[in-house]
């Protein structure tokens, strides 16, 4: 797989906005295990491996445990996750997929047995973020940094 432009070098206005943005999730207030979760599960839905990569770094960083990272590609049929946990799950696949799903109200209807609507609107956003950014890493096949390989015992 080739790279196909340095969107950065390309568009350096456009990723000042991204990082705004971004910068506004992170401070809104929602805690970082959701916006992780979110952030995952999403790169995970758009098949982006530098956003992988980059997150599942960033989960275990701010101490998330590995069954928890591994398990968000295969939510549906894990017991890891609490009740709230899932409703972001499900709100996050069906927002990611909005084009299929339509974003049922069940799913919003489960979100909200948990969470307010400010933190709602702060999913949202983080949802949104983490798509765009999925597509310009996806869309200019931007590469993920390969770790050195563990040898197997």
């Known amino acids: 797989m080739k790279t ?3 969107f950065n070098a390309v568009a350096p206005e456009a990723v000042k906005a991204m990082i705004a943005l971004e910068m506004h999730c992170k401070n809104s207030g929602l805690p970082a295990r959701l916006f992780h979760l979110i952030k ?3 790169s995970i839905i758009n098949g982006c491996a530098y956003c992988v990569d980059m997150h599942v770094k960033e989960a275990r ?3 998330l445990g590995e069954q928890w990272i591994n398990l968000v590609s295969a939510w549906h049929e894990s017991t890891v996750f609490t009740d709230a946990e899932r409703a972001v799950l499900a709100f996050t696949d069906s927002l ?3 084009a299929q799903t339509r974003s ?4 919003y209807d489960d979100l909200r047995a948990h969470f307010s609507e400010a ?3 702060k999913m949202i956003m983080v949802i949104g973020a983490i798509n765009a950014w999925n597509r310009i ?7 993920h940094p390969v770790d050195a390989v563990a040898k197997a015992a």
């Open 119 to 121: 933190d709602i609107a």
């Open 40 to 42: 995952l599960r999403a």
């Open 137 to 143: 890493a996806v869309g200019t096949r931007k590469k």
């Open 4 to 6: 196909r432009f340095d």
């Open 104 to 107: 049922p109200d069940a799913d």
């Open 61 to 63: 960083h701010d101490g």
């Open 96 to 98: 990611t997929l909005v």
